[in-house]
């Protein structure tokens, strides 16, 4: 037992326990053979600037669950890395005038620095580096692989262009048109890219869902509205006096008879062929203004429609009179068929154009049961339920589910449309115009494929290594990829034919580099393929996954897609990449706003941490608030937590003397009490854990040491034997989340081991029983008091107790108790008329 010093100084012990259980290997993973496996994994940063509090967050979250496992006999794997390509590094390097390699080598060793002074439980022999070649050269096998399996191809397709970071992005990184990293305009363009077919696996992406039961439910909801499956028809339009036909896209055809307009794409194919010649001037400006646009911005919640008439009409494949064909700047044309059947009575949106341009309004469905629809002119908003059809031909009188089937059937007989199934996702576009990213690697060759696009690079003769660049110029990008701008790195030979070939100048998104790194960790030195599928076996899928939610329908979405490949490959068990996903909210700074180095709010775990040690920083972030909720930064309650350190080691100290306390016999009394606190706090403490309410297991063991010096000095030997117990089990509950303090007390009470290398504490189920219970005492319904009762109290009791409270003798004084609700061990509710 080593003596404990007077004074907490967090600063003269948590140095020294990094130390040791960095020497001893305590979260090395793989060295309990035989042991059940525990992944747990949090996203992995980009080093793109300083760490900030959201990352002490995220990264704290795991550290708890990692240690707790480790704890409960679990061989655990935590590893650590660095999303160390892509835009937000190479931005923040161009920034400040720093090659991107430089820069991110040294936000990386902050990082690291920051995350060893916190104290995390990470398995740093597992560490690995995106940017490196070890790493992103399997990013270039993986393209092969893809490439074989007709998942890979370059297309010709309209884009989204960020006019700062002058490179493609995805349609998942724009929000409200702006680019999600440097919140720069975002325009369309048309331009050749290169595409994963992720919407192969759309409906399996879509169907493991179901499977995902412990993922956040709105993370869930995020991914089937992004990948939007649609049930509907296809239909055929004829265009009057014309042999064109407009093929429209609806999943309301039930609704056909309704339709009183068409809208076209601005850019559909049919726009220029069908459009009367005195609406040229007007069609041909709009369609030039929405160029202009972007279709993010054209489709916003909440952006105005507008459209203009072409001139054409079109008839439906039911018959009718001819409708007026419009295009629009909802109406996109990589959607659907980039044409809709507009049907104002029983669509919002085109109940809203329609009465903007005073378009007819018809009412072809009428709800069942209620109050009939007044004509469509009368109709104060749309009526978008299903019902039973009114003139609607010979389908008048079906449901609306009746008529789908019905009219589906007949476009098929007819040869004017077919039932089909559409899904909002698109291909995943990954080509990007910037130079720190994975190399992809193709080489074009004019002997062996002119045009044919591209020859890829063998797999032997990977990686295809990314350049040195030093020039500011080569790395800003303007005007082509800075890769095209190396002669070096352009001019190569082709490896088919040995002629004289260029290869390709564009590097892949980051979001390559996240979609797998979770599997490399589990052999990051392995050489003979990305990783290995022995390890695989053995530790995937991921048990518990921690990061923000603002990854649903980018990473989250995009990784599940390729642990798919991954498995089809024959490298990985695992179809769906983690079992548990834990999203942790925001931490704000002191004036409610999200930390930004704008409003000058940003908190720096350094900081914190050299002012009060990191385990302060670890408390007051778990105490905050439920992981998922986001929470304002406040520098008192920072120092609460200090104290409440400060008290744990005080009181550890003033009872140091009982470590060595024995008692065999029966503990009564003042004994008795300690031992029930701390058994009971042990038992809540672990339950909370595993629920996730971890700011709850911090006020538990809170409770416990309010107790403890509640209880004041031990006299008895029954009494001190108590009280050492009692602070040996809070050392290892609060291990998880002040894991220095927690070794410090435990050695000092004799450990011979660190408390993370010990088995996490069993409760005395007798010493748990609650003696005394609270209920809750209602007065139809309404909370009129709280009574402490014995446990084994009946019914008749707990009404004596709670008839004797004022509030509730006044709130039942004259009225007549027509009933009593019971629930044993919660609530009585007198039911009063």
Not at 374 to 384: N, W
Not at 610 to 617: P, W
Not at 676 to 705: D, P, Q, W, Y
Not at 716 to 734: C, F, G, H, I, N
């Amino acid at each position: 037992m080593a003596p404990m010093n007077e004074r907490y100084e967090p600063q003269a012990i948590e140095s020294k326990w990094q130390r040791r259980w960095e020497e001893e290997g305590v979260f090395r993973g793989g060295t309990r053979p035989g042991a059940p496996e525990k992944y747990v994994l949090e996203m992995l940063p980009y080093p793109s600037g300083k760490m900030h509090m959201g990352h002490v967050r995220n990264y704290l979250i795991g550290d708890v669950l990692a240690r707790t496992y480790w704890m409960r006999g679990f061989d655990v794997l935590h590893p650590m890395g660095w999303d160390a390509f892509g835009l937000p590094a190479e931005n923040a390097a161009i920034k400040d005038g720093v090659h991107p390699a430089v820069r991110t080598a040294e936000n990386i060793a902050s990082f690291k620095q920051e995350m060893r002074s916190l104290g995390y439980s990470y398995d740093w022999s597992r560490e690995v580096n995106t940017s490196e070649p070890e790493y992103y050269r399997w990013n270039q096998w993986f393209f092969l692989a893809l490439m074989e399996k007709g998942l890979v191809y370059r297309r010709f397709a309209k884009v989204n262009w960020c006019t700062h970071c002058l490179t493609v992005i995805a349609n998942e990184q724009v929000k409200d048109g702006l680019c999600e990293r440097c919140e720069s305009k975002v325009v369309d363009k048309e331009m050749a890219e290169w595409a994963f077919r992720i919407t192969r696996y759309s409906q399996a992406l879509l169907d493991g869902l179901d499977q995902l039961t412990e993922w956040p439910e709105r993370i869930i909801s995020m991914q089937r509205n992004w990948i939007g499956r649609s049930e509907g028809v296809e239909a055929d339009f004829q265009v009057e006096g014309r042999q064109e036909r407009l093929r429209v896209f609806t999943t309301r055809i039930d609704t056909v008879f309704g339709a009183t307009y068409a809208v076209l794409a601005p850019d559909h194919p049919l726009v220029a062929k069908i459009c009367a010649v005195e609406r040229k001037n007007e069609v041909e400006a709009f369609v030039a203004k929405m160029a202009t646009q972007s279709k993010t911005e054209r489709t916003a919640e909440g952006a105005e429609k507008e459209g203009v008439f072409t001139g054409a009409h079109a008839r439906s494949p039911f018959g009718g009179p001819p409708i007026a064909v419009w295009i629009a700047n909802f109406v996109l044309a990589e959607y659907g068929t980039g044409a809709v059947m507009s049907v104002p009575a029983h669509d919002e949106r085109d109940f809203a154009f329609a009465k903007k341009y005073g378009l007819p309004i018809k009412v072809v469905v009428q709800r069942q049961g209620g109050e009939p629809l007044p004509p469509g002119e009368g109709l104060l908003a749309a009526s978008v339920e299903d019902g039973v059809l009114v003139d609607s031909g010979e389908f008048t009188g079906l449901s609306s589910e009746e008529a789908r089937a019905k009219m589906g059937e007949a476009l098929s007989r007819k040869g004017l449309g077919k039932k089909t199934i559409t899904f909002r996702q698109k291909d995943w576009g990954f080509s990007r115009q910037r130079y720190w990213g994975t190399p992809i690697p193709i080489v074009y060759c004019d002997r062996c494929d002119p045009g044919r696009g591209g020859t890829p690079v063998p797999a032997e003769k990977l990686p295809v290594l990314l350049p040195e660049i030093e020039t500011q110029a080569v790395l800003t990008g303007r005007g082509e990829p800075p890769l095209a701008k190396v002669p070096s790195f352009v001019n190569t030979t082709c490896p088919r034919c040995g002629c004289p070939a260029r290869r390709e100048v564009e590097t892949m998104d980051t979001f390559v580099d996240s979609c797998w790194y979770y599997a490399r960790y589990l052999s990051p030195r392995h050489q003979a393929a990305p990783f290995d599928p022995a390890e695989a076996r053995r530790w995937l899928p991921v048990d518990v996954y921690v990061g923000g939610p603002e990854h649903a329908v980018m990473h989250l979405l995009y990784f599940r897609f390729w642990s798919r490949v991954m498995k089809e490959l024959g490298l990985s068990p695992a179809g769906e990449p983690v079992v548990k996903l834990v999203t942790q909210g925001i931490v704000n700074g002191p004036d409610g706003r999200k930390m930004s180095k704008r409003w000058g709010n940003v908190v720096t775990p350094f900081s914190i941490v050299q002012k009060y040690g990191a385990d302060t920083v670890r408390t007051y972030v778990l105490f905050a608030g439920p992981p998922e909720r986001d929470f304002d930064w406040s520098d008192e309650q920072v120092e609460g937590a200090f104290r409440f350190l400060k008290r744990v080691w005080v009181l550890a100290h003033q009872h140091q003397d009982c470590a060595g306390a024995s008692w065999q016999g029966a503990y009564e009394g003042k004994a008795l009490q300690i031992r029930r606190a701390a058994h009971r706090c042990v038992k809540r403490v672990g339950e909370a854990i595993e629920r996730l309410s971890l700011n709850t297991a911090v006020a538990f063991i809170m409770e416990l040491l309010n107790a403890l010096h509640a209880a004041g000095k031990p006299e008895t030997v029954a009494e001190k034997a108590a009280m050492a117990e009692a602070v040996r089990l809070m050392s290892l509950v609060l291990t998880p989340f002040a894991p220095h303090v927690s070794d410090e007390i435990a050695y000092a009470y004799g450990a011979t081991k660190v408390t993370v290398a010990q088995k996490w504490p069993e409760y005395d189920p007798a010493l748990v029983v609650e003696e005394v219970l609270p209920y809750a005492v209602q007065v139809n319904g309404k909370l009129r008091a709280e009574v402490r009762v014995p446990a084994a109290a009946g019914e008749a009791e707990v009404r004596s107790a709670a008839e004797s409270e004022e509030r509730v003798r006044l709130a039942l004084s004259g009225k007549q108790v027509k009933k009593v609700i019971f629930v044993p061990g919660r609530l009585i509710n007198f039911v009063v008329g």
